[in-house]
């Protein structure tokens, strides 16, 4: 069973930084498009962020554009989520899951129904 697995979340003030790691188990990472995504307390699943496979290349919502970087170590079979300049808006439960593709970060479709375990990130004063 494809299984993506998350870590790295915690505490930061406003303005400070992050980094989230996301694991795969038995696979190759790079074998699919990965998207991040979040949930705020009482709002839905959004997507932030889609890598595609292959070439790596990352596409991102704008409200996280310029803030967050995603990085894949294929050495490691890890990706990362640098979170810099953070919000309190960014406070929520962080995911990784494989997606189909990356044709639009808000329109992501995983392919598995489960979600993953996630990493809290809470960003507060």
């Known amino acids: 069973q494809v299984q993506l697995v998350e870590s790295g979340g915690g505490s930061a003030q406003p303005g400070g930084s992050l980094t989230l790691s996301c694991a795969p188990s038995?696979?190759?990472?790079?074998?699919?498009?990965i998207g991040w995504f979040r949930q705020a307390p009482g709002k839905l699943h959004e997507g932030i962020s889609c890598?595609?496979?292959?070439?790596?290349?990352?596409t991102y919502l704008d409200a996280v554009e310029g803030r967050f970087t995603v990085s894949t170590d294929q050495a490691k079979n890890a990706m990362f989520l640098q979170m810099s300049n953070v919000k309190p808006e960014d406070t929520a439960v962080y995911y990784c899951?494989?997606?189909?593709?990356?044709?639009?970060?808000?329109?992501?479709?995983?392919?598995?129904?489960?979600w993953g375990q996630g990493t809290q990130v809470s960003v507060s004063s």
């Open positions: 890598t595609t496979s292959g070439d790596s290349r990352t």
């Open positions: 899951e494989a997606v189909w593709e990356c044709r639009s970060v808000r329109g992501m479709v995983r392919l598995f129904d489960r």
């Open positions: 038995g696979f190759n990472l790079t074998k699919y498009a």
